[in-house]
Structures are given as C-alpha cells and as structure tokens.
Nanobody, 121 residues
C-alpha cells in the first residue's frame, strides 16, 4: 500500500481547504484511513479517522465541527475537508492506513509523505 497526500497550501484564518490521500494497492478499499498532523517542534497528533466503509468516523476535539473526513472507495481516495481554519491548524498533515480507525499512530502500517497547511491570521 502506498499513500500520496496532497492539497496543502496557504490559507487565511476562516478559510477552507480539502486534503486528499490517494491510496495505491490491493488493500486500500478495506483499510481505515487516519489523518494526523505535526506542528513545528511538536509531536504528531491525531486529527480524524474513517473506517473502510465510511460509516464510522472519529475526530479530535480540536477539529470537531470544523473538519470532516470522507472517502471515495471507487477512487481509492480519502479526504479531509477543513473549514473555519485557525492559525493553530498550521502543521504538516499526514494520512495513514490501518486496519481500524484508531487514534493511535503506532497502529498505522502505512503513511503518506505529508502535506503542509499554513494558516495565516
């Protein structure tokens, strides 16, 4: 399984941005996908996760109500729709693939390369 994250960029506070994570490999449509982020000098934190069918989702409290994760299994692609962006959302965002939509980054077997999101005030 290979993951390719894209869609990062520079946005003003209050704006919106959608990240994509393309999954390449036979197990993509049965894998859960998670989103994590890492701000400069900080640890990688959980953001959101979605199970293989898209029925089950989970969000960190810091993004609940502002971010939505979804997936299109026909395209083997997951998405993180971010709205009402805040400067504290600035980070490198990573997507990962796991057997379950877990908040534990160590349970993810595969990772994308990360995409930078910068939110200006």
């Amino acid at each position: 399984v290979q993951l390719q994250a894209s869609g990062g960029g520079l946005k003003q506070a209050g704006g919106s941005l959608t990240l994509s994570c393309a999954c390449i490999g036979r197990a993509c449509d049965s894998a859960s996908m998670g989103w994590f982020r890492q701000a400069p000098g900080k640890e990688r934190d959980f953001v959101a996760a979605i199970n293989w069918s898209g029925v089950t989702t989970d969000y960190a409290d810091s993004v609940k109500g502002r971010f939505t994760t979804s997936r299109d299994n026909a395209r083997n692609t997951g998405y993180l729709h971010m709205s009402s962006l805040k400067p504290e959302d600035t980070a490198v965002y990573f997507c990962g693939a796991s057997g379950n939509p877990t908040r534990n980054q160590f349970e993810y077997d595969y990772w994308g390369q990360g995409t930078l999101v910068t939110v200006s005030s």
